[in-house]
């Protein structure tokens, strides 16, 4: 028994020698170092992470260590370490709109330097809106982008095609598509599905999907006009009809989707979606790789485009909308006024000032490798990484895309969505100052939810969001606000 | 005198507050020191910035917020004008309580008990007509309401079934022992499993009993979608988990009932009933009083179920006061957080110790 076991442990720790990397293997120059990563819980994000954090340690040394808390804790706790100098957390990933805040605070690494020196990240090939909106803050970057979001509009083209219709291109389409569609079974298991998918929990990733709706109806003379304030004095440009007809049309959308959608966070819609349970749907661009993953029943009949419109557009000044003209909706498109919403704007790293100098480099090292075309062109591929596309070439060449699976049209409709989006010069930036999640998360939320349950009607919502939102502009300062409001909608593409 | 038995001395009379002083050490840090940070924090901003926080005094402006501002909504509820029904429920409970007080200060008076009680009777008469103009008149509640409604209701339900339990078990019946065990199960379970266990019982669209919810017909029914759907839901997620609690309580108090006295009255002729109400019940008013007690002092807390199950949703329909204080955290707004808290401090305070003084302990004084 002893001479088994013996011979069992000498096996195991053969193994374990030849299995562990070796000092051949990796260059050492991080050798003992520990880079403590934040993000929300895997494998969505984190997976990916640990992942890449495995291989650069084999090539460099430094252990990568991937922390985990609820979205919702995310950006406090991060906010919370930095601030009070705890240092128990090196990189934060998160979106790059709550960054300004840690910026302003003076607790990120300016990673210019870096970048500088660093002759693989080829920052050219990040797209201009990743590079130059959500990296940099005054000009200066400091974060690294992992992944690219924009919110797009998903249908299902079989069951389009079979009733004789378009993806559509207004709200109102939208409606009219999801009631015609609505109850027919989409996935041939006998059962009456869904016209339409929106994610309307509360805590969750409602709040995303109103400014989306709203987007188009707020905003149509480019991305430097903005969709919450009026950059001047900082008064919130929320109680009005524009806002007023997204709240109605996004409750709308509820009778053609599931009976317990007040309770569906983002994972439950895709799981229907995936499973092929919904007609329409509003996504990030998650959609496109989940469809092909195993078990999807949607691989090959899911399109994309880009969010929905209007005909009519807010006239700030009377807070009444007014049908689309070529003054008043310069972007238009056939009459139609398109704003795709760049909803969270991506995970991003970055890296806290105060962690010791070797940290740093290490970390913006491991970043940069994730950030990388080598890398980030497969990790963008799979579904479950919870990454899309970011740089110029994942968006241009679809041979990635077809070697993962997709067919070379589905490739090309869904990467052809995400170039409409973020090309467009009429893009709707997200939150990009100081205070924003309390804007979103605290306020815009809850307001939501109270609406959509029937607690409160669409102007009580909106009253108490304006109101709400002043609040917290004068807590941070109305002058300092309005000068960072100002300065985030000035990157345009 | 030698310095040995000097010290000896000093240690004979100095002893007692020598092994306190860990368990007081402790205490301070862990339970008085935080109750007092909090307080500060209550009445003032915090903001978190490069080399720290930031902390400037605000005064009653959280309590006020929350109180008469814009927060209103949230913690007492959305008043507008008062129903018909509203009224009357509001008058009548005035005038019970402007009677109940007058009766109090023309029978036997102190100025310590008047004062108590004048507490009890303004908490009464907010809580009152915040019913009123809400719940009465066709407005939402606030997480005051909805956190009274899970202590209530919740542990209503909670204590006539562990009750019924106990007493079964408490009876010589054949596989008592099992049941025992049984019944006590769910109490070990951590709430947030609690929580996603029914969440997933809930769904009727994709959860493990979708198929049943279909059989029934409530295939289409949304639970969570439904205020008082959600709400009920909730309570019956705590019961499961809390009525082992109960149980386990009034068993032990049962079984201390000395059997002698229940035969001694079946001699007498007494019924199962009388023999209950008469001698078991009054012997274990006391102890059931205070599980009811720390029973509800829980369940003013709750914050695990609301916020795994519903997120507080739909709109704040489910949303408790814990969970509000720590929604409120969570986005770093302290002061916000510790006004809450101390708000439902106060009210848990007051409740629970007019409770006990007013109803358990009158009680038990009037059967001595």
């Given at each position: 028994m002893l001479k088994r076991f013996l011979g069992g442990t000498a096996a195991a720790l053969a193994a374990s020698v030849i299995l562990t990397p070796t000092g051949a293997a990796a260059d050492g120059k991080y050798d003992g170092v520990v880079v403590n990563i934040l993000t929300r819980p895997g494998p969505v994000i984190a997976g990916r992470i640990v992942d890449r954090g495995a291989e650069f340690t084999e090539m460099t040394g430094a252990e990568i260590r991937v922390a985990e808390v609820p979205f919702a804790e995310l950006f406090q706790k991060i906010l919370a370490d930095w601030a009070t100098g705890t240092r128990s957390i090196d990189v934060g990933v998160f979106a790059s709109g709550w960054g300004v805040e840690l910026v302003n605070g003076g607790l990120v690494e300016n990673l210019d330097p870096y970048i500088a020196a660093d002759d693989k990240i080829d920052l050219m090939d990040i797209a201009p809106y990743f590079r130059?909106?959500?990296?940099?803050v005054s000009g200066s970057t400091y974060f690294i982008t992992l992944d690219g979001d924009f919110q797009m509009l998903y249908y299902r083209s079989d069951v389009l095609e079979a009733a004789g219709l378009e993806p559509p291109k207004t709200w109102e389409e939208y409606l009219d598509v999801a009631s015609k569609i609505h109850g027919q079974d989409m996935n041939g298991d006998g059962e009456a599905d869904y016209g339409s998918c929106i994610f309307k929990k509360r805590n969750a990733q409602s709040y995303f999907a109103i400014q989306s709706v709203a987007a188009g109806m707020v905003q149509s003379r480019g991305t430097s006009e903005g969709i919450y304030f009026d950059p001047e004095t900082m008064a919130p440009k929320v109680n009005n009809d524009a806002w007023k007809k997204a709240f109605e049309l996004y409750k709308a959308t509820g009778q053609y989707g599931p009976p317990d959608e007040l309770n569906q966070d983002i994972g439950d819609t895709r799981g229907l979606a995936i499973g092929g349970r919904c007609g329409l749907m509003i996504d990030w661009g998650d959609i496109g790789p989940l469809s092909i993953e195993e078990g999807s029943k949607i691989k090959d009949k899911v399109g994309a485009v880009i969010m929905p419109g209007s005909t009519e557009v807010l006239d700030v000044a009377t807070g009444k909308l007014v049908a689309c003209d070529a003054d008043s909706c310069p972007h238009a498109v056939d009459g139609v006024n398109y704003a795709p919403f760049a909803a969270f704007g991506g995970w991003t790293a970055a890296v806290s000032k105060a962690s010791d100098d070797t940290v740093k480099a290490a970390a913006y090292e491991f970043l940069s490798y994730m950030n990388q075309a080598a890398q980030s062109n497969v990790d963008v591929t799979m579904g479950w990484t919870g990454y899309n596309p970011y740089r110029n070439s994942q968006l241009n060449d679809t041979s990635a895309w077809v070697a993962a699976g997709f067919s070379e049209a589905s490739a090309e409709n869904y990467l052809g969505a995400i170039r409409d989006s973020l090309n467009h010069p009429n893009m709707a930036s997200d939150f990009r100052i100081p205070g924003a999640q309390q804007y979103t998360g605290v306020v815009l939320d809850p307001e939501l939810a109270r609406y959509l349950a029937g607690e409160i009607s669409v102007d009580q919502a909106l009253e108490n969001i304006e109101e709400g939102w002043e609040e917290i502009t004068d807590d941070f300062g109305r002058d300092d606000q309005a000068a960072i409001y100002s300065l985030s909608l000035g990157i345009t593409n | 005198m030698s310095r040995n038995s000097a010290l000896n001395e000093w240690l004979d009379k100095n002893m007692g507050r020598i092994f306190l002083a860990p368990a007081v050490t402790l205490i301070l840090i862990f339970s008085i020191f935080p109750l007092i940070a909090s307080l500060i924090l209550a009445f003032a901003r915090v903001r978190f910035t490069g080399g720290g926080f930031k902390v400037r005094f605000a005064g009653w402006r959280n309590f006020d917020k929350q109180l008469f501002g814009s927060e209103q909504f949230h913690l007492l509820g959305t008043f507008t004008e008062i129903s018909v029904p509203g009224w009357l429920f509001g008058l009548l409970a005035t005038g019970g309580l402007v009677w109940w007080m007058v009766r109090y200060v023309r029978s036997r008076f102190t100025w310590f008990g008047f004062i108590g009680r004048l507490i009890t009777f303004a908490m009464a008469l907010g809580l009152s007509w915040m019913f009123a103009a809400t719940l009465l008149s066709g407005n939402p509640f606030g997480t005051v309401g909805t956190t009274l409604f899970y202590v209530i209701v919740g542990c209503g339900i909670q204590f006539v079934i562990g009750t019924a339990l106990a007493f079964a078990c408490s009876q010589t019946i054949r596989g008592s022992t099992y049941f025992r065990v049984i019944f006590f199960v769910p109490m070990m379970i951590t709430p947030i499993g609690v929580g996603y266990i029914f969440r997933m019982m809930a769904d009727t669209t994709k959860g493990p009993f979708a198929n049943v919810w279909q059989w029934v017909g409530l295939?289409?029914?949304a639970w969570a979608a439904d205020p008082w759907a959600a709400r009920v839901f909730i309570i019956v997620a705590d019961s499961w988990q809390w009525i082992p609690f109960v149980f386990i309580m009034m068993l032990a108090a049962f079984e201390s009932v000395p059997r002698d006295l229940g035969e001694a009255a079946e001699i007498d002729g007494a019924s199962r009933w009388q023999s209950f109400w008469e001698i078991t019940w009054p012997h274990v008013l006391p102890i059931a009083a205070t599980v009811m007690l720390i029973r509800a002092i829980e369940a003013f807390k709750i914050v695990d179920l609301p916020n795994i199950m519903t997120s507080g949703g739909p709109g704040i329909a489910t949303e408790s006061v814990s969970l509000q204080a720590y929604y409120a955290w969570r986005a770093l707004d302290l002061g916000q957080a510790s006004a809450i808290a101390y708000i439902l401090l106060f009210i848990t305070v007051v409740i629970c110790v007019s409770f006990f003084n007013l109803v358990v302990l009158a009680r038990v004084r009037n059967q001595r």
């Open positions: 130059d909106f959500n990296q940099k | 295939g289409e029914f």
